[in-house]
């Protein structure tokens, strides 16, 4: 399955929507070349994961890839819908020391919010 994705803005903060595959290739280059693109123009990026069914080592370069963009640009990006698998993945690679992990948008997108006050 290819990786779709949708951007939209809600409170100020640019929520993209990933589903599909997230893996070495086509896709993985899809989302660094989003991520980097709307970096130039945002500093709170919401990724949102619910509708990603896998995710591979390339995946993950890429999300650390446009992590460490984001921060050395004075940007944030965090990450919500994680299911259960993905979850575990960043768990055991313990990428979850790394990025900020939310259950659901709402509580996500108040973070930011508390972060910007």
């Not at 949708?6 to 070495?24: K, L, M, N, Y």
């Amino acid at each position: 399955m290819d990786l779709k994705i949708a951007t939209r803005e809600t409170d100020g903060v640019t929520v993209v929507s990933c589903s599909g595959r997230i893996v070495f290739g086509d896709e993985a280059n899809l989302l660094r070349d989003t991520l980097k693109k709307l970096l130039g123009t945002t500093r709170q990026v919401l990724l949102t994961l619910s509708g990603v069914s896998y995710i591979d080592s390339g995946g993950l370069g890429t999300l650390v890839g446009a992590y460490s963009s984001a921060r050395n640009a004075g940007a944030d990006i965090k990450l919500t819908g994680l299911g259960q698998k993905l979850r575990d993945v960043l768990q055991v690679t313990k990428l979850v020391t790394v990025f900020e992990v939310y259950d659901n948008e709402q509580q996500a997108i108040a973070a930011f919010r508390r972060g910007a006050a």
